[in-house]
């Protein structure tokens, strides 16, 4: 069986220095808010090329704790408007809702997979404070008409880059492109930990210090309690791991790109519908934009395909099988129709890719797709 993620594969390649790790940490004593958790902060904003980063519990608090802390600022205020990606997962949704905003939803583009701009203005209303832009399976999606409106509607760009950790827009990284970016470290992300795990980048000092403070109790001073603040903090044991992955980020977005080319040039065009770059003016293999932390088709007997490639080892996954305003959680958002994001999610289908996956596998899959009838 190919496994779609093999994430103890993955892992194998730190264990020695992962173990030596939990070594130091014991001995050391400080197991919370430690000298860990500060270097990583220091090497992801070096990474990410923002000025601060806030390592908190996991992705979505981080970007809970971005809308929280502009309630706090009174930058929004409870029933404004935050538009959002309708076919996202529901934890960027969760975060809008979680602090009484109101998720707007959006239909993408079908091609790409992320927030069409040009659905964005006819969403605007006075109600609108942000948009909260998802670089869904590891592309930028970011483009110069979205900062243009931005500006024009005078709105916030938050961004989710729980799936791109890497990615470029022009030179600069996601996550350092908008006003504060939520950053998940969940095993299966793109840089994973041993467990939960999240950080904030921003290079907004006051938005760094009040998201700090917000997951520490809302203290920055023992004892002494600004916010009603929540307990969300990067753990020192996880931080200590993510230094010791992070120097291999690069070099395993460079894997992932060569095996997405692979497929885009071997996967038959006239069966499957394949990912398509929203600025494809280069080669995959070269293509900053993306780090394909998944690689995903369309067929429209998506299930049939699901069900043949299991049948011939081949274990893929759906992201995602249901859309956020279909789910019991969000019926208020049911009556919507929003048919693109319903084809999507009918349709796609994401095929085994990371950084340990052997060139031989990736053929075999190929193979075993092409003759797919
Ligand atoms: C994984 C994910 C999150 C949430 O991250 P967790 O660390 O699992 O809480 C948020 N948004 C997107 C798009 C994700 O894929």
């Not at 802390?69 to 538009?83: C, N, Q, R, S, T």
């Amino acid at each position: 069986m190919i496994k779609f993620l093999d994430i103890a594969k993955i892992n194998q390649k730190y264990k020695i220095d992962f173990l030596n790790m939990v070594s130091k940490v014991i001995d050391k004593g400080q197991l919370i808010l430690g000298d860990e958790v500060q270097a990583f902060e220091k090497e992801y904003t070096e990474y990410i090329g923002t000025n601060y980063c806030i390592g908190v519990g996991n992705g979505l608090d981080a970007l809970r704790l971005i809308f929280r802390a502009y309630l706090e600022l009174g930058v929004f205020k409870p029933d404004d408007e935050i538009i959002v990606p309708a076919n996202t997962y529901i934890a960027s949704i969760l975060a809008i809702s979680d602090n009484h905003l109101k998720p707007i939803l959006v239909e993408p583009n079908l091609e790409t997979y992320n927030i069409n701009p040009d659905n964005l203005e006819k969403a605007i209303t006075s109600k609108t404070k942000a948009i909260l832009i998802v670089h869904l399976y590891g592309q930028n999606a970011l483009t110069d008409k979205i900062f243009e409106i931005a500006k024009k509607y005078d709105l916030k760009i938050i961004e989710d880059n729980a799936q791109a950790h890497g990615a470029m827009y022009k030179g600069k990284r996601t996550g350092s492109l908008g006003e504060a970016a939520g950053h998940s470290f969940y095993p299966g992300k793109i840089l994973g930990a041993l467990g939960d795990g999240g950080a904030v980048t921003t290079n907004n000092k006051y938005l760094a210090d009040v998201i700090r403070t917000l997951g520490n109790y809302g203290s920055s001073q023992k004892y002494v309690h600004n916010f009603k603040g929540l307990n969300s903090r990067l753990d020192e044991l996880q931080a200590a791991f993510l230094r010791i992955k992070l120097p291999y980020l690069e070099s395993d977005n460079k894997v992932r790109r060569n095996i997405a080319a692979y497929y885009s040039e071997q996967l038959d065009p006239d069966k499957f519908i394949l990912p398509k770059l929203i600025d494809n003016s280069q080669s995959i293999i070269n293509n900053l934009s993306h780090v394909w932390h998944l690689y995903v088709i369309r067929h429209p007997e998506r299930d049939r395909l699901q069900k043949y490639l299991l049948d011939n080892g081949v274990e893929t996954i759906i992201h995602y099988p249901i859309p956020p305003h279909k789910q019991k959680a969000y019926s208020e958002y049911s009556y919507l129709s929003l048919p693109i994001t319903e084809k999507i999610h009918n349709e796609v289908l994401s095929l085994p890719i990371s950084q340990v996956q052997t060139i031989d596998d990736t053929k075999k899959i190929v193979g075993i797709l092409n003759k797919f009838i």
